[in-house]
């Protein structure tokens, strides 16, 4: 049966659409990973080491915050328009942060970064619902996740690249030209949809009561153990501040008449089970991929072209496997076991991870890479998938968002608690073992690859073993929350996947008003 027209024109359509879809999925994707090679000596010439953690946190939480409302604005005003705003924003934080001078300038540049890059995300995704059937979605969302999975290594490697070259302000400088073009191809080839009401009420109070929640947890997350004993009044207050940002935002959302993530989104089971799965992905992904590069220019001794190349297993498990995927998933409709595999396989290369000593060999290491790049990209796309054909089209932007929110969450957490629990581990270990003047000058915060080279052979493999210590064993940690996550995954009931968008759009009224029903029964409920 044919599930997309076999009209050549439409067919073009779809394809240059989707190219420019893909060009903003990777501006958004390569930034999460293109500083990791470059970071160490970013934190060294800005003497910045001890807000290592910060520079990939102010990013993540910039787009964590926004996703939301982009994926409700979205369906309300149209995508194009913001998917705009968001390139702006994007390209404006990259101008700046290749103009920083110090690190605050630089984390600032980082969070507006985040701003624009959550809408790129989510909005992305979102488009691709407008113009695929769900049957065949499978497969464009299978190498949306490819581009993801090429980003993970085309990030480092051009990080590493920039930084040995040109130098590492670079990093920022190549997404100003790219960020044009992607303004351009959103202009030329995608469409402005009729907006579906004409006074779209904007929820400004659900939006900011999710925003402080959400950067209270995650300030929480990152100063805990590290700046701030987690027993401290600023660690309990911002864990107060979060909790009861959350209750006061659930209330807020069962009383707006346009909520920016309506609670009946919570009814469906399929959603609040892949909720469940996307935050422990982005847990085991973001905790592992922010700070592996910077493990193997230290510990392992690589430049940091070196160490993106090193990571090109992971990139070729997920470019792979996403795609494969996503190919099974349009011809034989069946996706249910994906995830739950993936969740598994994830948690055995986390595992592989937590036993690499520094005295281990390079392949070792790129086959636990391998690994974990073939688990993530099992179920990465899968997820989406699955929320995106639990909802009606009127609101397949705001699932896709809260699903890429709770993603990021995890993720951010991820970054945050791995970052700072890495970080702390090291500084102790550092400040126990290394004298004062082992960092020539500058303390632990200035330690780069290059001065970690050139220290006496005694201090150097202090501070080599001190980086396998302080990191390797966070990843075992982390091995059960996949476990949790499989066996959660589970119990997801496998919908049929629509064959036309004409299809969707028939059964759109219905959608409608179970979500309105929904919604009535949640306000019922107060």
Do not use: C
């Not at 080491?49 to 369906?75: K, Q, S």
Request: proline share 4%; no cysteine.
């Amino acid at each position: 049966m044919s599930t997309i027209s076999t009209d050549p024109h439409q067919k073009r359509t779809i394809r240059l659409v989707f190219a420019a879809l893909m060009l903003v999925m990777l501006l958004a994707s390569l930034s999460q990973t293109v500083l990791s090679t470059a970071l160490p000596t970013i934190v060294g010439s800005l003497n910045g080491a001890d807000h290592i953690a910060w520079v990939m946190t102010a990013y993540l939480l910039g787009m964590t915050v926004t996703m939301p409302i982009y994926g409700r604005l979205g369906d309300r005003l149209g995508r194009k328009p913001l998917l705009l705003l968001a390139i702006t924003l994007f390209s404006l934080g990259s101008l700046l942060g290749a103009l920083a001078q110090d690190m605050s300038v630089l984390i600032a540049a980082r969070a507006v970064q985040g701003l624009g890059g959550g809408g790129l995300m989510v909005l992305s995704q979102a488009a691709i619902a407008d113009v695929v059937p769900a049957r065949d979605r499978g497969k464009y969302m299978g190498i949306l996740g490819a581009v993801f999975g090429l980003s993970s290594v085309a990030g480092p490697l051009l990080g590493g690249w920039f930084t040995e070259g040109p130098g590492w302000r670079w990093t920022f400088w190549i997404n100003v030209p790219l960020g044009l073009l992607a303004f351009v191809a959103v202009v030329t080839l995608l469409q402005k949809p009729a907006v579906e009401r004409a006074k779209a009420r904007v929820d400004y109070l659900g939006m900011t009561l999710l925003a402080i929640a959400t950067s209270a947890l995650i300030l929480g997350a990152t100063w805990g153990g590290h700046q701030y004993d987690w027993d401290s009044p600023q660690i309990i207050g911002l864990a107060v501040v979060a909790v009861a940002g959350a209750f006061a935002f659930v209330a807020a959302e069962r009383r707006a008449q346009e909520p920016v993530m309506p609670l009946a989104l919570f009814r469906d089971r399929n959603f609040n089970l892949t909720t469940v799965g996307v935050i422990i992905l982005g847990v085991a992904m973001f905790g592992s991929l922010s700070y592996l590069p910077t493990y193997l220019q230290m510990s392992v001794g690589v430049d940091a072209t070196h160490a993106g190349l090193m990571m090109i297993p992971m990139m070729g498990g997920m470019l792979v496997t996403s795609i494969t995927v996503g190919q099974a998933v349009s011809r034989t409709g069946r996706y249910r076991w994906y995830p739950v595999a993936g969740a598994i396989v994830t948690g055995l290369g986390l595992f592989l991870l937590s036993t690499i000593d520094i005295e281990d060999s390079r392949w070792r290491i790129e086959l636990s890479l391998l690994v974990l790049g073939i688990g993530i990209g099992l179920g990465m796309q899968v997820l989406t998938l699955i929320v995106q054909n639990s909802f009606s089209h009127r609101i397949v932007g705001t699932a896709t968002a809260a699903n890429n929110f709770f993603r990021q969450v995890g993720g951010t957490l991820g970054a945050a608690a791995v970052g700072s629990v890495f970080t702390s581990r090291l500084t102790d270990s550092l400040s126990k073992q290394l004298p004062e003047s082992g960092a020539s000058g500058g303390g632990s915060s200035s330690l780069t690859p290059d001065s970690v080279a050139q220290l006496p052979q005694e201090l150097h493999d202090i501070v080599v073993g001190a980086y396998n210590e302080a990191l390797m064993p966070i990843f075992l940690w982390l091995v059960p929350m996949t476990l949790v996550s499989a066996a959660v995954l589970w119990f997801v009931h496998e919908k049929p996947l629509q064959h036309t968008i004409e299809t969707v759009k028939k059964d759109e009224t219905l959608g409608e008003q179970a979500l309105d029903a929904a919604e009535a029964m949640t306000g019922a409920e107060r």
